[in-house]
């Protein structure tokens, strides 16, 4: 028998094959003739139910069975109840056909109580559709078994996983129904932090509770745990995930509600937990009034427009309805992808018209920006145009501290000449204290605004300094990401280096805010959180992402984290305040720093030596003019040219 058996079995899974490849008009005949074929079957049951005996046929039922199948086809089609998919039948469709059988009750009841027919009872118009809708739906849940689940299941290859679902809200009964058409996962349970759920069943499937999750992963062998909670707050999602960062387990989220454009959910939504999840900050809702003060009905120009926070800028000031927008980079390719994206959404209706204009250029030179500044005359300018990645400009240090001090220098003085009433720097944590080139050349940047707003300016000048933005070019998260998808070792450059992190949407939002705020010459400094230390950060991704951690307490683990030893210039702690007692501002998450500065009659002479030395090429004397107008510059760089007497040994300071 055993042996009939195993030569039948693939020959009906075959044929089972068949029938799911048949073409849509196919199978949807087949439907429609199994369906009647019930309807008839259905009328046979209901008749031997009512009259207490089995009659395969008579008079009475072949009236009954044509009426019935006169009024269920077209009735059931204009219900839609042939739209539904069924491999993805679920309560909807089930309450569908229900509701249709109640309809066709009441036609059946109105048609036999003014047409009495002889031999047919009354009560078979109640009787005969809730036989008829209990077939339809068994006959689904069948057909959904055998020809789906019965099939996903042979042709899985492997073993199969088993998963845990965080939340047995509609997202996670969603997400359970999605997993039945996915042949490598089986769902073993829920976990839910209301305690008033634990130990009951959703449809089958145990409820448990939120406490037990590192037992429950242990205990049920669990290889993935889907995160289902897509309204729950950022603070809130940051804790539960918390609760599985020293498991080894793999954990997948479903986004914010927000973020489904159809309010659905299914297993293709979810996506590994990234760092944002990890920050537990709820975003403040913006200042609608501050939005809107620098940009609507302006002409605004960005420089710098293809990089991270500079195209973020772009799309957050094109929602905000300038008349006008200047996209200006250096990079070709960079500023053809930025100005596709909002010529785009120009087109799909997005915004309102506004005039885009892209300027390939490179402020580093005078004439270009001058160029610039004259034909658009900007009411706004944020300048983002900056090369920030530390090695590359501790390596480059004339290319470095020309793109950045010379562009600075350059657009606000054309801003300024043009009276362009809003410029707004993009600065960086990286300037306070400078250990590095980048760092120390952006601060600069942030006293050439400085003594150009005390110089009586009617250009309101204003830096805005935060830390590392999240997905950024560079950004040490894709790179880890990346790392632990090749099976590791993951490297870092020190175990105790630690960052801030915020988002790049988030963060494009606070300078445009920001820099509305600005009355000439202040440093806003942006609540980055708390910071982040970088091993735990990568300790974290290695587990979230069901692997373990490889070190001398577990020799036998999947990915090791290797120190590979500080960059040039590159700091273990990062600062965002050289001075104390920052001031708050109108925005809870803005503050304005107090910072020294440089009166611009001796910072312009300064800047014009450095001119020269950047344009002779001159490494060591830009170096040299670069920490005596830093004095906290304390790289290697700065220690080595301080061997030189310094130029600006006079410059005074004021705070």
């Known amino acids: 028998m055993i042996d009939i058996l195993n030569a039948v079995e693939p020959r009906i899974f075959a044929f089972l094959r068949r029938l799911v490849g048949l073409s849509q008009r196919t199978k949807f005949a087949l439907v429609l003739l199994v369906d009647a074929l019930l309807c008839v079957i259905s009328t046979v049951i209901g008749f031997s139910l009512r009259m207490g005996e089995w009659d395969l046929f008579s008079p009475a039922i072949g009236t009954v069975a044509l009426v019935a199948l006169v009024l269920w086809l077209p009735l059931f089609i204009v219900r839609g109840i042939y739209r539904s998919v069924v491999r993805y039948m679920?309560?909807?469709?089930?309450?569908?056909?229900?509701t249709s059988c109640m309809v066709m009750a009441v036609a059946l009841g109105f048609i036999f109580t003014l047409?009495?027919?002889?031999?047919?009872?009354?009560?078979?118009?109640?009787?005969?559709?809730?036989?008829?809708?209990?077939?339809?739906?068994?006959?689904?849940?069948?057909?959904?078994?055998?020809?789906?689940?019965?099939?996903?299941?042979?042709?899985?290859?492997?073993?199969?996983?088993?998963v845990l679902i965080y939340g047995a809200g509609s997202a996670g009964r969603q997400l359970a129904v999605s997993l039945r058409h996915e042949p490598k996962m089986t769902l073993v349970g829920y976990i839910d932090?209301?305690?008033?759920?634990?130990?009951?069943?959703?449809?089958?499937?145990?409820?448990?509770?939120?406490?037990?999750?590192?037992?429950?992963i242990e205990r049920l062998n669990v290889g993935s745990v889907l995160l289902a909670v897509p309204r729950v707050a950022r603070h809130q999602r940051e804790s539960i995930v918390r609760k599985?960062?020293?498991?080894?387990?793999?954990?997948?989220?479903?986004?914010?509600?927000?973020?489904?454009?159809?309010?659905?959910?299914?297993?293709?939504?979810?996506r590994e937990i990234e760092v944002h999840d990890l920050l537990g900050r709820d975003p403040v809702p913006p200042n609608e009034?501050?939005?809107?003060?620098?940009?609507?009905?302006?002409?605004?120009?960005?420089?710098?427009?293809?990089?991270?926070?500079?195209?973020?800028?772009?799309?957050?000031?094109?929602?905000?309805?300038?008349?006008?927008?200047?996209?200006?980079?250096?990079?070709?390719?960079?500023?053809?992808?930025i100005e596709e994206e909002l010529r785009e959404g120009l087109a799909s209706g997005a915004s309102a018209p506004i005039e885009i204009r892209a300027e390939l250029g490179n402020v580093a030179d005078a004439d270009t920006v001058r160029r610039l500044f004259d034909r658009w005359m900007p009411d706004t300018v944020f300048h983002a145009a900056a090369y920030k990645h530390v090695p590359l400009v501790e390596e480059n240090v004339i290319a470095g501290m020309r793109n950045n001090i010379l562009g600075t220098l350059n657009c606000?003085?054309?801003?300024?000449?043009?009276?362009?009433?809003?410029?707004?720097?993009?600065?960086?944590?990286?300037?306070?204290?400078?250990?590095?080139?980048?760092?120390?050349?952006?601060?600069?940047?942030?006293?050439?605004?400085?003594?150009?707003?005390?110089?009586?300016?009617?250009?309101?000048?204003a830096n805005v300094r935060f830390g590392n933005v999240l997905g950024s070019s560079g950004s040490v998260v894709p790179r880890f990401q990346r790392q632990i998808r090749n099976g590791g070792p993951v490297t870092l450059t020190h175990r105790d280096v630690t960052r801030y992190f915020m988002t790049i949407p988030e963060a494009a939002q606070l300078v445009?805010?920001?820099?509305?705020?600005?009355?000439?010459?202040?440093?806003?400094?942006?609540?980055?959180?708390?910071?982040?230390?970088?091993?735990?950060?990568?300790?974290?991704?290695?587990?979230?992402?069901?692997?373990?951690?490889?070190?001398?307490?577990?020799?036998?683990?999947?990915?090791?984290?290797?120190?590979?030893?500080?960059r040039k210039g590159e700091k273990l702690y990062e600062e965002l305040l050289i001075g104390d007692a920052p001031e708050p501002t109108d925005h809870p998450r803005i503050m304005r720093a107090r910072e020294q500065m440089i009166d611009w009659e001796i910072l312009s002479g300064a800047l014009n030596n450095m001119k020269d030395v950047l344009t002779n090429g001159d490494r060591r004397a830009a170096l040299y003019q670069l920490s005596a107008l830093v004095p906290e510059f304390s790289g290697e760089q700065s220690k080595r040219s301080a061997e030189r007497p310094s130029r600006l040994a006079a410059v005074s300071q004021r705070s």
């Open 90 to 98: 679920g309560t909807r469709t089930m309450v569908g056909i229900v």
């Open 115 to 162: 047409n009495s027919v002889p031999g047919v009872p009354r009560t078979i118009a109640v009787i005969q559709p809730m036989v008829f809708g209990g077939l339809l739906i068994v006959s689904r849940l069948v057909a959904r078994y055998v020809l789906f689940d019965l099939l996903n299941q042979r042709n899985a290859v492997g073993p199969r996983q088993r």
């Open 193 to 216: 932090d209301d305690p008033k759920l634990a130990g009951k069943q959703l449809d089958g499937v145990k409820i448990y509770d939120g406490a037990e999750v590192a037992d429950r």
């Open 244 to 270: 599985f960062e020293d498991v080894r387990v793999r954990v997948l989220t479903l986004p914010a509600m927000g973020d489904l454009l159809d309010g659905s959910v299914s297993v293709g939504d979810l």
């Open 289 to 337: 009034q501050l939005l809107h003060r620098t940009i609507s009905g302006k002409t605004v120009m960005v420089t710098g427009a293809g990089g991270s926070i500079g195209s973020e800028l772009c799309r957050q000031i094109m929602m905000l309805e300038p008349t006008r927008i200047i996209l200006v980079e250096m990079t070709e390719h960079a500023l053809y992808s």
């Open 412 to 461: 606000a003085l054309a801003a300024e000449r043009v009276g362009s009433r809003h410029f707004i720097l993009v600065s960086t944590d990286k300037a306070v204290r400078p250990t590095n080139v980048m760092g120390s050349s952006k601060r600069v940047c942030e006293l050439i605004l400085q003594a150009l707003a005390s110089n009586g300016s009617s250009t309101m000048f």
């Open 512 to 566: 445009i805010q920001a820099g509305a705020m600005a009355q000439g010459g202040e440093v806003y400094v942006l609540d980055m959180g708390q910071p982040v230390r970088i091993y735990d950060l990568a300790r974290t991704m290695i587990n979230l992402s069901g692997l373990s951690l490889r070190d001398a307490e577990n020799p036998s683990g999947d990915i090791e984290i290797c120190e590979i030893g500080l």
